[in-house]
């Protein structure tokens, strides 16, 4: 249960606000991944890095901004989010890019008011 | 690109019935398919996985089967618990990028 940790767990912000969340992995990964999970919705791919260096940007919003500074660290930069990016942020590892198990952090409940 | 479809997207069972959860797949060069559970207010976690090499992969009353012609794949329960209450999502990917492609997710709820 340790190995993705996700920090805050919980963050309210206003539209004008900047905030970021952070993930760390501690299992050696050399993949991360950021998800978003709003309700009744499937887990949306938004960003992957691997070995620091991001090969997938699913079409996501300039608002967010991920940084992998190295292979245990993610984050993902808010800026001037909308309400409808009210949503359970979630971060992922795996070993390698293909075809491995993905482990999840706990998420980050957003809240934009 | 790839495209997951999930069935049926709230599944009710009482206790000690078995339960049937589907996915179809659109990309035949998908040969990762993992299944991840996900309690109420908890992360996703891996439950089970199979590759395109083999066709049914069992572990205690979870089992998975894949059907690599029609593209489908789906998630076996027996004699399930109340603690089986979780939403179910499937997934698939393949060795292009990795990326998993995730399912609309099943709530099963188990009543005793």
């Known amino acids: 249960e340790t190995g993705v940790t996700q920090t805050p767990r919980h963050l309210v912000m206003g539209m004008t606000n900047k905030k970021s969340l952070k993930c760390e992995q501690h299992?050696?990964?050399?993949?991360m991944y950021w998800y978003k999970q709003s309700a009744k919705k499937p887990l949306e791919l938004m960003f992957v890095?691997?070995?620091?260096?991001?090969?997938e940007n699913n079409s996501v919003p300039s608002r967010f901004s991920p940084e992998c500074p190295n292979s245990s660290h993610l984050f993902l930069h808010l800026h001037t989010l909308q309400p409808e990016d009210s949503a359970l942020y979630l971060c992922?590892?795996?070993?390698?890019?293909?075809?491995?198990?993905?482990?999840f952090g706990p998420g980050t409940r957003l809240l934009v008011l | 690109g790839e495209n997951v479809e999930q069935h049926p997207s709230t599944l009710s069972v009482q206790e000690g019935d078995s339960a049937v959860i589907k996915c179809t797949y659109s990309?035949?060069?998908?040969?990762?398919f993992p299944w991840y559970k996900q309690e109420l207010g908890k992360r996703p976690q891996l439950i089970i996985d199979?590759?395109?090499?083999?066709g049914e992969k069992k572990d205690q009353r979870i089992a998975v089967t894949l059907n690599k012609t029609a593209k489908h794949f789906s998630l076996h329960i027996t004699e399930t618990q109340p603690e089986d209450s979780a939403v179910y999502f499937c997934?698939?990917?393949?060795?292009?990028?990795?990326?998993?492609?995730f399912g609309q997710g099943t709530e099963l709820s188990v009543k005793p």
């Open positions: 992922a590892s795996s070993h390698q890019l293909d075809q491995e198990t993905q482990y």
């Open positions: 299992l050696g990964h050399n993949a």
């Open positions: 890095y691997n070995f620091k260096e991001q090969t």
């Open positions: 990309d035949s060069a998908s040969n990762y």
């Open positions: 199979i590759r395109s090499n083999v």
């Open positions: 997934a698939a990917s393949s060795d292009q990028g990795g990326k998993l492609i």
